[in-house]
């Protein structure tokens, strides 16, 4: 739920080599990262007390539209999972979440993907 450069050091100094993020925005399978999202965030907030859930909430709600909060669209979940995905439909609509996504062009500068499937 960091943003990507303090997750990159946490994960850093964790030794972390690989991170593996479940999406199903594409395929409509709703049991994705995504979904259990905020409990990252509660879990990540019990640790590091700058991850405050308030921050990732629009008028109470968790989005990952146009209306997302810039905290939730600049955090690493939502980048990892959201990398290059409006170049599936040119629209970036999620099939899970019902929305086209709020931040559709970004680069990741600490991570890289790697394909698996």
């Known amino acids: 739920s960091s943003p990507e450069?303090?997750?990159w050091?946490?994960?850093h100094s964790l030794d972390v080599k690989?991170?593996?993020v479940v999406f199903g925005?594409?395929?409509g399978y709703p049991s994705d990262d995504i979904n259990k999202f905020l409990w990252m965030v509660r879990i990540g907030g019990g640790v590091f007390p700058h991850?405050?859930?308030p921050d990732y909430l629009r008028d109470g709600q968790y989005r990952i539209d146009s209306q997302a909060t810039p905290t939730m669209l600049n955090c690493l979940m939502y980048k990892l999972s959201y990398y290059r995905f409006v170049e599936t439909?040119?629209?970036g609509f999620d099939r899970v979440r019902q929305t086209e996504i709020g931040k559709?062009?970004?680069k990741l500068t600490h991570f890289e993907e790697v394909r698996w499937l």
């Open 51 to 53: 991850i405050k859930e």
């Open 5 to 7: 450069r303090a997750a």
């Open 25 to 27: 925005g594409l395929v």
């Open 9 to 11: 050091e946490i994960f």
């Open 18 to 20: 690989y991170v593996l």
């Open 89 to 91: 439909d040119g629209k």
């Open 104 to 106: 559709k062009y970004f």
